[in-house]
């Protein structure tokens, strides 16, 4: 039983890993060229120090989950990524609002927004 809440934390953790990797690659891109094989194109992308943040968050995400499916089932795991995903929608509304321009949104105070400090929206400062 304690394999089972110990899988349940970790996949959490993994969950949320993920999702913040591909939301600080996403947004990285937003300054980069369109990807491509084409060296110029690649040495941008790993100099950018956003990007490469959500490629790390991604890739411990990942290794997490691997541990995750040795301790229990995929089928006790998926409801807890679902919720992971579900709970990162309101910084993506908020995100998108700050990019349209129209009023500042202010998500709820959830604790990986502490991990980047802004939101999606805001711009890192140079």
């Given at each position: 039983?304690?394999?089972?809440?110990?899988a349940?934390?970790?996949?959490?953790?993994?969950?949320?890993?993920?999702?913040?990797?591909?939301a600080l690659?996403?947004?990285a891109?937003?300054k980069?060229?369109?990807?491509?094989?084409?060296?110029?194109?690649?040495?941008?992308?790993?100099?950018?120090r956003?990007?490469?943040?959500?490629?790390a968050?991604?890739l411990?995400g990942?290794?997490?989950?691997?541990?995750?499916?040795?301790?229990?089932?995929v089928?006790?795991?998926?409801?807890?990524?679902?919720?992971?995903?579900?709970?990162?929608?309101?910084?993506?509304?908020?995100?998108?609002?700050s990019r349209?321009?129209?009023?500042?949104?202010?998500p709820?105070?959830?604790p990986?927004l502490l991990?980047?400090?802004?939101?999606?929206?805001?711009?890192?400062s140079?």
């Amino acid at each position: 039983m304690g394999g089972q809440w110990a899988a349940i934390a970790i996949t959490v953790v993994a969950s949320t890993g993920n999702n913040i990797g591909k939301a600080l690659q996403k947004e990285a891109t937003r300054k980069l060229p369109r990807f491509s094989l084409e060296p110029a194109i690649l040495v941008q992308y790993v100099r950018s120090r956003q990007w490469l943040a959500g490629l790390a968050a991604d890739l411990a995400g990942a290794l997490l989950m691997i541990a995750a499916f040795a301790l229990a089932p995929v089928s006790q795991q998926l409801p807890w990524q679902f919720l992971c995903g579900l709970s990162l929608s309101p910084w993506r509304r908020c995100a998108a609002v700050s990019r349209a321009g129209r009023q500042s949104c202010q998500p709820a105070k959830l604790p990986w927004l502490l991990l980047t400090g802004r939101t999606l929206g805001s711009r890192a400062s140079a």
